[in-house]
């Protein structure tokens, strides 16, 4: 792997290079990850001159939630574990000689911002940008290699939630169980806080558990994903509790299957991310649920959880082959509930047998 960590870094380098810096500065923790392999917290990576340094104010400590920085990057622990890894760095760079250095100004506060300038005065700062989270757009196969094991250990999760007797439980309950499983199925912990909406909070974006008991007949969404090694899958399902779906039920679940389906089929490389949007969105429009509706219909998934490309009705640009996306529609209707279904996909050519799914639990509107 530290082959692969060094070429990262080397693209990153032809890409500030070509805009005429000296040097970069990457303080982003997921984007830290991506270029070294290991990110302990507040850990920043400095790019040339000379050698690339990893910064951290405090020792690795080997926690696999951190990764394990690469073996052939300088690592620098600095001496007072409250001093500033980014200062260090601008006055690192300035002793190198550095006349300029890009840094991810979206990241950095005003006040860090001005705490480099204040030590290397001499120093050129520019804006790195986004140059970095346009490199992890694109995931090799390692890297879809771990997000598929995430989805695999998400799965074994949630299969298991829905073989127990689930009725009289609360939604908090529910939402501790599957991130136990998570973790007892191998993961290093959830990918995000776990969502479980029962009755009318059924169907709700990123809903938060509450104390409220499952009941018969009630909708059941939940929203759960496994973090390995830093790759964060996401799936979403919907249920009935105990006894046969409402006409109104079943009605709902089929519109929003329809619409999920839609979108996982205009995955492929080229489709804008405004058309897959627009895909699964119409669908929900026509039945008069446009008001009912979240901001987009999926999103990009990596080393964080929602991360470029937004499938969104005003995003501009296209899909590629090999990048990793939620495919998510939901209704929620308010005081009734709602249904939202869930995939992380890779996009993949016709030719290799089109977008290939992650999240394999059945999408069968269930009686549990």
């Known amino acids: 792997m530290s ?5 990262r ?21 997921a984007n830290v990850r991506y270029l070294a392999g290991g990110a302990p917290p507040g850990a920043v990576l400095l790019l040339g001159p000379g050698e690339d340094v990893l910064l951290s104010p405090r ?47 979206h990241d950095l506060t005003v006040s860090r911002h001005r705490a480099m300038s204040s030590v290397a005065p001499r ?4 804006d790195l940008g986004s140059t970095v989270e346009q490199l992890r757009l694109v995931k090799d196969e390692e890297e879809i290699a771990c997000l598929r094991i995430a989805a695999e250990i998400t799965d074994q999760a949630l299969g298991e939630l829905l073989e127990s007797i689930l009725v009289g439980r609360t939604e908090r309950h529910l ?33 938060r558990p509450t104390d409220r008991r499952v009941e018969e007949g009630d909708f059941l969404s939940v929203c759960l994903g496994a973090n390995y090694r830093g790759y964060r899958c996401e799936i979403g399902r919907t249920f009935v509790i105990g006894t046969s779906p409402a006409d109104w039920q079943i009605e ?13 089929e205009a995955l492929a490389p080229g489709a804008a991310y405004r058309d897959v949007d627009h895909a699964a969105r119409h669908l929900l429009d026509s039945a008069g649920h446009t008001d009912c509706l979240q901001p987009s219909t999926g999103h990009g998934v990596g080393l964080e ?22 495919v998510e529609p939901g209704v929620h209707l308010p ?33 549990l």
Do not use: N, W
């Open 3 to 7: 082959e692969v960590y060094a070429v």
């Open 9 to 29: 870094r080397g693209q990153l380098r032809d890409r500030y290079a070509a805009a005429g810096s000296a040097a970069a500065l990457v303080s982003r923790p």
């Open 59 to 105: 020792a690795p400590t080997g926690d696999p939630a951190h990764g394990r920085p690469d073996e052939g990057l300088r690592l620098t622990v600095l001496p007072d574990a409250d001093s500033d890894p980014v200062v260090a760095a601008a006055e690192l760079a300035a002793r190198l000689h550095a006349e300029s250095l890009s840094v991810e100004e």
């Open 123 to 126: 120093l050129r700062l520019g």
């Open 175 to 207: 939402a501790l169980e599957l991130e136990r499983r998570l973790v007892d199925h191998g993961a290093d912990g959830p990918a995000f806080a776990t969502s479980v909406g029962t009755g009318p909070h059924s169907g709700l974006g990123r809903h």
């Open 252 to 264: 709902l679940y089929d519109l929003v299957f329809a619409a999920q389906r839609a979108g996982r």
């Open 305 to 326: 959880i929602d991360e470029d490309p937004q499938l969104a009705p005003t995003a501009m640009g296209k899909l590629d082959a090999c990048v990793p996306v939620t």
């Open 335 to 367: 005081g009734r509930g709602g249904v939202r279904i869930d995939d992380t996909l890779v996009v993949r050519p016709e030719a290799d047998g089109g977008p290939e799914l992650l999240t394999i639990t059945t999408k069968e509107l269930l009686a």
